[in-house]
């Protein structure tokens, strides 16, 4: 759903928000580096903080609002475990813990040599106030952040930028340099009545350094009386909350009034990925509920749909494929596996991941060049093809599909990887779908363009060893007479002399 939709002005309550990384948001602490680096950084996502690291992203997002105009301590921690091999992110509100993120990336934090605090490179910064920054080389355990909250810990901060007046560094000596533009603009701060804090409006920030690269604290004050813009991309986005029960049961009845009404046979649930919604909306000792609700929620909807509507067919297309799996195939089918499409690798290499799982999946085809054709042959498939072009090949194309319908049930059938799995560009990949109640099959090859072997042997699979096979070509031609044993142990040879070009095979017991 997008945010400011009819749904999100009414029932704001029934949408996750939650989309964006921590890098998408407004500078609180914030050291993003544009590029897929270890760098990290503390920001606002519109009324919540966020905190995270990179190279994979990792992000842990508050949950309390910050946008009431009064003042709230943000605390994130890092913590590097070890013996775990993960790194512990968390983030703190006034005190007490409120989101936590686990990341694979162990390394140092360290390709950000700065911080920006309230803006960075002249972008997202924020519009509110920001006093008593501090940067720990240390993880600030749980006791020290309350401590932190009630201006009663001790430990001293290895950068500490007060803002009462200056931007001066009254623990490590660093001072601070100004991003941006404007003059600096004190106002009333957190502390006694003397104490300052720095007005942000979105035109200059604060650099300070990044001198804690492994276990690390992040810590300011912030006050806000709006939420901030929301992130650009994913953080405009809303998630609709299948594990919230009114919301479910919402949708079921206003979806199922529109198939009736408009006489739908075939529903397509398309949507965002959602993981990172539902992380953002976990309880830091819950992690996984938000998940849970929202899948049983789901599969709960669209069996409701389909108890009402026996013949509807549901397609999934959502989140690159990643609504594949068991309990969803019982239910629906994906006609579009993955929006990466078309490129002739990707497409051989998702149907040989596929086709050990899933019988039927769909994708498209836009050519009606052979290798092309073949690399996105699905059993469900769509031609995007311009017939109106002057140079289309009509004849290709016929004799293509007429082909098509000759293989393409064996996609049902027994499948079996005959090479290994690679995205590499100088192999050959290849499979067999084999038929075992009427002894035959298909074996489909393909010479990537800078396999340099013109020559393969595939040993096929699930053949009766005595018996005798007859392999052809799509035009009848014979390539090879063996017994299937023959083919099983010294087998098929296929032989392409030129680079980017594909062998259909079938077979049958003669």
Sequence with gaps: MTRGSEIDRTRAEWLLKGGAEWWMGHALIQG???????????????????????????????????????????????????????????????????????SDNISAMDKNDSFGVGRQYQTRGIVGEIDDVRVYDVALDAIQVEQLALHRLALEPLHHYPFDGNVDDMAGGIHGEKIGAGEYRFVKGVGPEASQALAFNNDYGVKIPNSAHENYTL??????????????????????????????????????????SQGVDLYRHDGIPPLSYWKSNDEPLRQGVSEMKHVAGLLQYWDTLRERHPMLRIDICSGGGSRNELETLRRAVPLWRSDYAYETTGMQTLSYGMALWIPYFGTGINTTDPYTFWSQLAPANTTTWDVRRDDFDFESAQELLKQRREVISYYYDDFYPLTSYRTDNDVWMAWQFNRES??????????????????????????????????????????????????????????????????????RQR
């Design 32 to 102: 993003e580096y544009p590029a897929h680096v270890n760098d990290s950084g503390l920001t606002l996502m519109e009324d919540v903080a966020a905190f995270g690291t990179g190279n994979p992203d990792a992000t842990a997002t508050s949950k309390q609002s910050l946008a009431d105009g009064d003042w709230h301590l943000v605390t994130a921690t890092r913590f590097i475990n070890q013996e775990a091999g993960k790194s512990e992110l968390k983030v703190y509100v006034d005190g007490t813990l409120s989101a936590i993120a686990i």
């Design 219 to 260: 810590s300011c004050w912030v006050r806000m009386d709006a939420p901030q813009a929301p992130p650009w991309g994913r953080g405009d986005m809303r998630l609709f909350n299948f594990g919230d029960a009114d919301a479910a049961q919402w949708i079921t009845d206003y979806v199922d009034e529109r198939i009736h």
């Design 438 to 507: 009427e002894q035959s099959g298909v074996v489909m090859s393909f010479r990537r363009p800078e396999s340099l072997a013109s020559e393969m042997q595939f040993r096929l699979r699930g053949l009766e060893p005595e018996k005798m096979y007859v392999v052809e070509n799509l035009e009848g031609k014979v390539i090879q007479r063996a017994t299937g044993e023959s083919l099983a142990t010294k087998g098929l040879t296929v032989a392409l002399p030129n680079p980017r070009s594909t062998a259909i095979y079938k077979y």
